[in-house]
Nanobody, 125 residues
């Protein structure tokens, strides 16, 4: 069974940094767009960032652009999310996701077919 396993969440203070990682098990997603989403309590899951497999083009939501950085190491089959200048409103469960088909690149959840179990990020004020 294909799984995505996230690591790196935790409790930090405003202004701190944190790095999340996501490692697939069962197969490689080196030819697929991968992304990070998050879901805060009482809110819908929202797009955070995505990265293409080929030219490593990236896309960010306006709320994290300039503070977060998505990257991937295809040789290690690992996806990262570097989060800087964290704010209390960044508190959420963060999920990594892999595109359902190799040609997909976008923000819509429906385009992602494999999801991780999520990792909690809590930013205290």
């Amino acid at each position: 069974q294909v799984q995505l396993v996230e690591n790196g969440g935790g409790l930090v203070q405003t202004g701190d940094s944190l790095r999340l990682s996501c490692t697939p098990s069962g197969r490689s997603f080196s030819n697929y767009t991968m992304a990070w989403f998050r879901q805060a309590p009482g809110k819908e899951r929202e797009f955070v960032a995505a990265i293409k497999w080929k030219n490593l083009a990236t896309d960010y939501s306006s709320s994290v652009r300039g503070r977060f950085s998505i990257s991937r190491d295809n040789a290690l089959n690992t996806l990262y999310l570097e989060m800087n200048s964290l704010k209390p409103e960044d508190t959420a469960v963060y999920y990594c996701a892999a595109a359902a088909v190799s040609g997909f690149y976008g923000r819509h959840m429906d385009g992602y077919g494999v999801w991780g179990q999520g990792t909690q990020v809590t930013v205290s004020s």
